[in-house]
């Protein structure tokens, strides 16, 4: 089964909400819930899960990006995601998004049913670009200040706002220079990603201006450390209150796809935030 097209702002869903994108880690150490669906079985029975929740798309990624996490072999990477990919395909018409910076790991999830290409790394991989344009599938473009193992070391930013969207234009002018069109780019500023507390907020208060760059933009902030930080340092599970504040405040100011790991509560409450403004639940 194939999903619909999904392409650029003409896709953002006219309910008065943004899409959902529902995380499905297929690590055993990803930040909250790696472990959860290492188990192949597990990890096809939580797809089905979210999209019964609500999910518009299942994000499935095969390496951790948490802060600190260690890199993992291409072929590791393809042996956790790609029987998982190709699975609910054959069984769903969900949209899937494979979370990587490889181009080859794309490559190979769209050749498995992906639809959408989620890089952390803003195509900043050799080849990338070239691999964007060629399967011409929509793109996330995420920001991330240093690598997984280092960005949380010490973050630094003159101005974090103006920085991260100069940052995201660039890389999507150069996707575009290299072959990408206008309409397949998504944009994401990375909350979490190389970025202090002050960072997190200051993206957080300005999501705006990253909407105003004139891309659709992803936003995902579920279950981070930020929470913790303001909240007495609550574990991953116990983040769900201030996961929902981010994704509504997102939405609110006009994020077009919110990314998170409790989709059936999220999806509820940006039904009745869209209902108090008058939109379609």
Request: charged share 25%; with cysteine.
């Amino acid at each position: 089964m194939k999903p619909t097209v999904f392409k650029g702002i003409g896709a953002v869903r006219r309910s008065g909400r943004p899409f959902v994108m529902g995380v499905l880690n297929a690590t055993p150490d990803s930040f909250s819930d790696g472990g959860d669906h290492f188990d192949f079985a597990a990890a096809v029975a939580r797809g089905h899960e979210m999209l019964a929740n609500g999910a518009d798309i299942i994000d499935i990624g095969g390496e951790s990006t948490r802060p600190g996490a260690v890199p993992v072999t291409e072929e590791d990477e393809l042996a956790r995601i790609i029987p998982l990919i190709k699975t609910l395909r054959e069984e769903t018409a969900a949209r899937i998004s494979v979370d990587t910076f490889k181009p080859n790991v794309a490559r190979k999830a769209v050749e498995a049913g992906a639809d959408i290409w989620n890089d952390v790394q803003a195509l900043r991989a050799e080849g990338a670009v070239e691999t964007a344009a060629e399967l011409g599938v929509p793109v996330i473009l995420m920001h991330m200040q240093g690598t997984p193992a280092t960005m949380q070391a010490a973050p630094e930013y003159d101005n974090v706002v103006d920085e991260v969207c100069e940052f995201l234009t660039e890389r999507a002018d150069i996707a575009m220079a290299g072959g990408v069109t206008a309409d397949s780019i998504w944009l994401d500023p990375g909350i979490g990603f190389g970025k202090t507390l002050d960072h997190n907020l200051a993206l957080m208060r300005d999501i705006d201006q990253v909407i105003g760059l004139g891309y659709p933009v992803l936003f995902g902030a579920s279950r981070k450390r930020f929470i913790a930080a303001i909240d007495d340092g609550v574990e991953e599970t116990e983040r769900l209150g201030g996961s929902l504040a981010a994704a509504l405040r997102a939405a609110q100011d006009g994020a077009s796809m919110v990314r998170v790991h409790d989709v059936r509560v999220t999806v509820q409450a940006l039904k009745v935030q869209a209902a108090i403004r008058g939109g379609k639940a």
